[in-house]
């Protein structure tokens, strides 16, 4: 294992560039392949791409709160004491990458923006806390539990197929979440990742005379932001008493909780705006007071400048594959071989490809929904486990894909080709599992 790990770690520390230069790398690429593999005019791709440039500036906002308020929610003091505690029972290197891991997992099947974050800071504790702790490997593991998003609460593409008037209606139906991810392989799918993953993780952390690379204290004291207590001095000014007012945070925080459940006892649907709405407001009352929020909020934000900055360019890509063809010519690829039987499988596949370009669950099924709908009401395949093999390819893909590790860099202060080596062989594990879900599945 070790052998394997550091060929990767290697590897990546030798060639793989930042995220933004990558965003870039693939800009030009997709714009080739448009060119020279879809014949489409050079003036039209440029255009579309410049298009599609903020296409999605609504959902990249709502990536950037759901990040933000996932932030605050994992740094919340009731989910601090919870995280501390958990450490006081962690006291090996290899413990803490399996703890790290589980909690990445966990997180991440709640909810993605939550586990993105909870993970990195779980990681940071343990490589705080616990001596000979490989911090590299420890932030990776955490993030490899992103993985798990695809297969729980807030896994996209299962979300959006189960909703009246979802786009694909029409021609898919609707599909329960019973037949995705409640389903019975689903859910052991689910069991054997947060069991194998972890494991794997820990097998990866250098042995006894290997080197190890150790938090360094220092490097975690930031400064935090100015509060208003800071700001006014220790006088309990009005503004103070406002400032730092438990009354206020409460009710408006429980204006919020009335207003979800309101949503949801009149039939309204599980949206991205509403998980943002719920969990911005269950920031609210967690914190306790409207400045103890601000604070957590102004230090979330530290983590999404690299989304915001990128997505764009990845909007642009997706523009670029939908106004070429590209998405329906690599999909059209596997499923051209494909049956009923195998479908899931090579869906799998095509959608790990895809998701290098359009590294987004809602975006991606856009993209390749139609085109895997269409396969499979041809080939009479199961619409259920198609959709959920475009949406383990995102998750399985987004282990490789710098996008989503970027809050992870954020947090850990660490590059990308830090700690890539490690999710590659996570990846590698990862793919068997969901490959042969989808090989399975369809024999049941």
């Keep these: 294992m070790s052998k394997i790990t550091a060929f990767f770690t290697e590897l990546m520390r030798r060639y793989l560039p930042d995220p933004f230069v990558f965003a870039i790398m693939l800009t030009l690429l997709t714009m080739a392949l448009a060119f020279g593999v879809e014949s489409r005019p050079i003036n039209d791709v440029v255009q579309d791409w410049g298009k599609g440039f903020w296409s999605l500036l609504a959902f990249t906002t709502q990536m950037a709160v759901i990040l933000v308020m996932?932030?605050?929610?994992?740094?919340?003091?009731?989910?601090?004491?919870?995280?501390?505690?958990?450490?006081?029972?962690?006291?090996?290197p290899r413990q803490a990458i399996i703890v790290a891991t589980i909690v990445g997992c966990v997180g991440s099947y709640l909810n993605w923006g939550f586990g993105l974050v909870i993970g990195g800071i779980m990681a940071r504790k343990l490589a705080l806390k616990v001596k000979g702790v490989h911090y590299p490997l420890i932030i990776a593991a955490a993030y490899t539990g992103f993985t798990m998003y695809s297969l729980g609460f807030s896994a996209?593409?299962?979300?959006?197929?189960?909703?009246?008037?979802?786009?694909?209606?029409?021609?898919?139906?609707?599909?329960?979440?019973?037949?995705?991810?409640?389903?019975?392989?689903?859910?052991?799918t689910s069991l054997a990742v947060l069991i194998a993953l972890p494991l794997l993780n820990a097998a990866m952390h250098p042995k006894k005379g290997e080197p190890v690379v150790e938090l360094d204290p220092a490097t975690v004291a930031d400064a935090k932001p100015a509060s208003a207590e800071s700001l006014l001095g220790d006088e309990k000014t009005l503004a103070w008493r406002l400032n730092n007012s438990r009354v206020l945070s409460l009710l408006i925080g429980l204006c919020g909780m009335a207003y979800v459940a309101r949503h949801f006892i009149k039939g309204g649907n599980l949206d991205l705006n509403m998980i943002n709405f719920f969990i911005l407001f269950l920031g609210v009352l967690l914190l306790g007071t409207p400045m103890a929020y601000v604070e957590k909020v102004n230090e979330g934000v530290k983590t999404i400048g690299g989304i915001i900055l990128q997505f764009p360019f990845y909007a642009g890509i997706m523009a670029i594959m939908h106004g070429s063809g590209l998405v329906e010519s690599i999909a059209h690829v596997f499923v051209s071989f494909s049956t009923a039987d195998t479908l899931p499988l090579w869906g799998l596949v095509s959608s790990f490809v895809i998701n290098f370009f359009a590294p987004s669950g809602g975006g991606h099924w856009v993209l390749q929904g139609p085109f895997m709908i269409n396969a499979a009401t041809t080939l009479g395949a199961s619409q259920a486990q198609t959709a959920m093999s475009v949406m383990l390819g995102n998750g399985w893909n987004d282990l490789v894909q710098p996008f989503w590790i970027l809050p992870a860099l954020a947090l850990s202060k660490l590059k990308l080709k830090d700690i890539m080596g490690y999710t590659v062989v996570s990846m590698l594990l990862v793919g068997a599992i969901y490959a042969a879900t989808m090989l399975i599945w369809p024999h049941l």
């Design 70 to 92: 996932g932030y605050v929610l994992a740094a919340a003091p009731i989910v601090d004491r919870f995280l501390n505690r958990i450490a006081t029972h962690v006291h090996t």
């Design 156 to 188: 996209t593409i299962p979300v959006l197929i189960s909703t009246k008037g979802h786009a694909f209606e029409s021609t898919m139906g609707i599909i329960p979440l019973t037949q995705t991810i409640f389903s019975a392989p689903i859910l052991l």
